[in-house]
């Protein structure tokens, strides 16, 4: 199990719809552990999507406790597996950054709070209440699992995208 590569826009994966794991088996494991050791190798990263990895299934982790926004109020380290947004309150728009898209940050208006239903690495249902920086988090990996980037959610690609300042 390792970090693995990050699947940069355009590559085509990042437009696939993924599917829904019906089996879960080893390599649903290995794919739990790849996706939490690049999210965590990173050193910044809060979340990750199976598709950026370049695996089709719908696997996502986020982990927001250790970033200045989420810190106050988190799960921890969330696997969710097969999620579904139960229900959703109120809007939030932040600047969001992407691992695939990683030249530039953009404005996305999304749900505060979203209820939010998984499963988790023991494969058991889970049904949490994510707000703030989390439900962020969360709303934006899940797109992942449709094919959409942060990119398709900015209102005005002309106003609300920016270049990031080169590191
Ligand atoms: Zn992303």
Do not use: W
């Amino acid at each position: 199990m390792a970090a693995r590569e990050i699947r940069i826009y355009p590559d085509p994966v990042l437009k696939t719809i993924c599917s829904p794991v019906t089996i879960p088996d080893d390599s649903l494991d290995a794919l739990v552990q790849d996706l939490l050791d690049t999210m965590y190798q990173s050193g910044h990263s809060v979340g990750v999507a199976a598709p950026q990895i370049g695996d089709t299934r719908r696997v996502v982790v986020v982990d927001v406790s250790a970033s200045k926004l989420g810190r106050d109020e988190n799960h921890g380290s969330l696997v969710m597996i097969n999620p579904e947004i139960l229900d959703r309150e109120g809007k939030k728009t932040m600047r969001e950054g992407c691992m695939s898209v990683p030249d530039y940050t953009g404005n996305v208006t999304r749900a505060e709070m979203v209820v939010v239903q998984f499963l988790d690495r023991q494969g058991r249902e889970q049904v949490i209440r994510a707000s703030g920086f989390e439900a962020v988090a969360i709303q934006h990996e899940m797109d992942h699992l449709d094919g959409n980037l942060f990119l398709d959610r900015v209102s005005n690609l002309k106003t609300d995208v920016f270049r990031r300042k080169k590191r």
